[in-house]
């Protein structure tokens, strides 16, 4: 190996420069990456110590690591049960509801798309990238209340997905544009009707994109704390990510538990990217190519 | 060719079944889209209109302009409108630097770059809030451990680049995806060619690197400029009680739900997204530009 390396290196003093600037590459990642990991370390750090110590020297992990603060999270803080369930309850349909919706519209959006009426209803449709919520909150924050939609799971799914349409249906029509036609009219002379083409054919060729879409809007909107915080008014209705936010409105003292709350709300979502990762990379730079 | 063929002979053959059929399809993202979005932007215009105060009242004169002049004038929104600008303007800088910088050191497809990636991309993930409150303990007890200094977050004339810093460490991953994604699409020939040619590692960065990536920085900007002008949820967590922390949609915030000026919170939002189309439009059209010129 080596002596290949030299033959295609006649100079070897380039190709040991080359090995020695990989190493520093290396190094400087590394030390990025502790950076980036710090505030992890800190969350973990309060997590695990028992409330009573305190130490001298605040970085240093604790000698006696308790899981106490984690116990009392989950058995003693009512929030952290009705959060949890609420986070599930209301990420898991809107997901599902913004698959179904969007990959429809946009199959039909991206095959059209030399229509006219269809470029403007992909501009109408797209118009929630540039408009920030703020503009239309007291608007929509009405219409629920009168509705009867405030701090029920209905009317945050049906709200989250009506904010996240924008966003998914521009990278799915992105997806779609690049599917090739030839198998979509196979079907169709085979005498497939719209909705079987549709299901039969094209969904399952837009398994990528969706997967990714899944992904990713889950992230959002188990995180979501604007909308949460002005739809779910009630203790009952509150979101793991809303639910987090108590231990600050006043009370410092438990802080160690607050920091258990936050890893324990995390570790869904953590399991999720981690096993889900490469669909998430794949579905950012997806979208970024198109521009 | 073989795209361009089907399309015609389909147009040729569109009848109103078709379009019916098609609607069915657009259906359910339409009404919810009408629902959510469309419809209250529309009905949301008006009520800038008023002196409408309390949510809870049914009542609400029409008085003109009067919030709009009231706002431009109005010290605490123009503060905002400051503080807003300042934020958006260092958390793009920063998160654009650390994401060009992570991109560069890692876009090579290797197990390593890809573990990084997986790290880099982490902070990502946690909720905005989550994320706001360890950072102020990051704050104290890191930062204040090792240059002895107390909090940026309790000083309000550090308090905006402190939460830029915050933000950017959440959202450099995402700008980081994008700019790799932009780094792998450059035709490796391009290096080869420029070496034969004798070009430093310098060159071809400026030359050859920086022209073929413009997109990426298109959408990473417009990403980022619509992200930061609507920031709300790091403020709230950290900026409370800090008038010199306080964005224009926490104003907001506060305005309609919090000190019963419906109305005038309403204007502002307005105001708020004007600026922000505005905004998005100048930049989209200035970087296009560029692109087409690189």
Known sequence: MEEKLHAFNPNTKTHRRKVRNERIRKLFVCLCVVVVLAPFYVAILYAFKPATEITSNRLAFTRNPTLENFRRVIFENPLFGIGLRNSLVNTIPCVLILMACTSMAAWVLARFDHLRAYKVLYAVLTLGLLVPFQCFVLPLYLNWYNAGLVSTNIGFIIARAGLQISISLTAITGFVKTVPRELEQAASIDGCNRFQLFWKIVFPLMTPINTTQLVLNTLFIWNDYSTAIILLREKESKTLTLAQIQYFNGKTTELNEAFAFFILAMIPILALYLSCQRYIISGITAGAVKG | ?294
């Not at chain 2, 197990?111 to 997986?118: A, D, G, I, K, L």
């Not at chain 2, 930061?228 to 949609?249: C, I, K, Y």
């Open chain 2, 1 to 294: 060719m073989t795209n361009t063929l089907p399309s015609r002979k389909l147009k040729a053959g569109l009848g109103a079944k078709t379009h019916l059929g098609n609607l069915c399809f657009l259906l359910p993202t339409i009404l919810l889209f009408s629902i959510v979005v469309l419809i209250p932007v529309i009905q949301g215009i008006p009520y800038s209109f008023t002196s409408w105060k309390s949510i809870v009242s049914t009542n609400h004169p029409y008085n003109g302009l009067a919030n709009y002049k009231y706002l431009l004038g109005n010290k605490y929104f123009r503060m905002s409108l400051k503080v807003t600008f300042s934020f958006t303007l260092q958390y793009m800088f920063l998160s654009m630097l650390f994401g060009f910088g992570l991109a560069l050191l890692i876009h090579k497809a290797s197990s390593f770059n890809n573990v990084c990636r997986t790290i880099f991309f982490l902070p990502f993930t946690t909720s905005v809030t989550a994320g706001a409150i360890i950072w102020s303990y990051v704050y104290t007890d890191i930062y204040g451990t090792l240059t002895g200094l107390v909090s940026p977050l309790g000083l309000p004339n550090q308090i905006v680049p402190a939460m830029a810093l915050m933000a950017s460490w959440r959202d450099m991953g995402y700008a980081m995806l994008i700019f790799i994604a932009a780094l792998q699409t450059v035709p490796k020939d391009y290096y080869e060619a420029a070496t034969v040619e004798g070009a430093n590692a310098w060159q071809q960065f400026i030359y050859i690197t920086i022209p073929n990536i413009v997109p990426a920085f298109t959408t990473n900007v417009t990403l980022l400029l619509a992200w930061g002008l609507r920031t709300f949820d790091l403020p709230s967590v950290v900026a409370q009680n800090m008038q010199e922390g306080q964005t224009t949609a926490m104003y907001i915030y506060q305005s309609i739900f919090a000190n019963n000026k419906a109305s005038l919170g309403q204007a502002a939002a307005i105001i708020l997204t004007i600026i922000l189309i505005v905004l998005t439009q100048i930049v989209t059209r200035v970087l296009r530009r560029m692109e087409v010129e690189a």
